[in-house]
C-alpha cells in the first residue's frame, strides 16, 4: 500500500529491478545503480520488479522549516 509523510526522500537501488510509483499515475522501473528523489508526502510504494532479490537503500529527511 502507498505511504507518506512529511519530507523529502532519496532511493539508491543496490541490486535488482524496484518498481517506484509516486502519485496515483507514475510507476518507474529502477535497476542497478538507478537512483530517486521525491516530496514524500505524495503517496509512494515500491515492489520488486524482477526475479530474483532486490535491494535498495532509502534516505528520508524532515520537511525544511
Known sequence: D????DGEEFVHVIE????LTVGSA??????AGD??????????SFR???TGVARF???TTPPNL
Open 48 to 50: 520488486n520488479a524482477g
Open 16 to 19: 535488482g529491478c524496484v518498481e
Open 26 to 31: 507514475e510507476a518507474f522501473v529502477l535497476e
Open 35 to 44: 537512483s530517486a528523489y521525491y516530496r514524500s508526502d505524495v503517496p509512494h
Open 57 to 59: 537503500f532509502g534516505v
Open 2 to 5: 502507498p505511504t507518506r509523510h
